[in-house]
T-cell receptor
Framework: AQSVAQPEDQVNVAEGNPLTVKCTYS??????LFWYVQYPNRGLQFLLK??????LVKGSYGFEAEFNKSQTSFHLKKPSALVSDSALYFC????????????FGTGTRLQVFP | DSGVTQTPKHLITATGQRVTLRCSPR?????VYWYQQSLDQGLQFLIH???????AKGNILERFSAQQFPDLHSELNLSSLELGDSALYFC???????????FGPGTRLTVL
């Protein structure tokens, strides 16, 4: 069965420092991976995706993610964190078992301190 | 703004009642997905419609049903509501199953 894991419930980082939010995946077949962000009382906003190609994927708001096949990871990164980046981040993988659904991780709360 | 709209934003109702949640996908998107977000279950897939036809079901209770209409908007019907049905219900749309899904703002359902 396909799955993603986000090992950290919360990540704390100071403004201006680089941030990393971790995600590992388990899929049969080629992974289609996604990152979403959820602000309080808002829907999920798409940040970026990996389908194929370059292992470094650039997305919205200065975020990027690195796909690592050998480590089955897809970590979200940003060179310089902003207080406004504080939110809940979800990693997801497309289901290959005929549903096209997204299978989400449990989410990581990012807190950026001034 | 994702382009996906959901109504109502909030819904408060009593146990045993029935409610309808509505979703309008982004212009041109044929696929509509429904997800439930709760504290204990996280984000769970409920059902997927493509161009009016049901494509897949997930962890959707028999008390729940959905449909997608010819104009591509979708409705999620929840009946015989229980306290445990209180959650955020999201609708998402996409062009194909290979593309990202765009989420609406959600409907927060509170069952008292």
């Amino acid at each position: 069965a396909q799955s993603v894991a986000q090992p950290e419930d919360q990540v704390n980082v100071a403004e201006g420092n680089p941030l990393t939010v971790k995600c590992t995946y388990s899929v049969s077949g080629n992974p289609y991976l996604f990152w979403y962000v959820q602000y309080p009382n808002r829907g999920l906003q798409f940040l970026l995706k990996y389908i194929t190609g370059d292992n470094l994927v650039k997305g919205s708001y200065g975020f990027e993610a690195e796909f690592n096949k050998s480590q089955t990871s897809f970590h979200l990164k940003k060179p310089s964190a902003l207080v406004s980046d504080s939110a809940l981040y979800f990693c997801a993988v497309r289901d290959w078992m005929g549903t096209d659904k997204l299978i989400f991780g449990t989410g990581t709360r990012l807190q950026v301190f001034p | 703004d994702s382009g996906v709209t959901q109504t109502p934003k909030h819904l408060i109702t009593a146990t045993g009642q029935r409610v309808t949640l509505r979703c309008s996908p982004r212009s041109g998107d044929l696929s509509v997905y429904w997800y439930q977000q709760s504290l204990d279950q996280g984000l769970q897939f409920l059902i997927h419609y493509y161009n009016g036809e049901e494509r897949a079901k997930g962890n959707i209770l028999e008390r729940f049903s959905a449909q997608q209409f010819p104009d591509l908007h979708s409705e999620l019907n929840l009946s015989s509501l229980e306290l445990g049905d209180s959650a955020l219900y999201f609708c998402a749309s996409s062009t194909t199953g290979y593309n990202e899904q765009f989420f609406g703002p959600g409907t927060r359902l509170t069952v008292l």
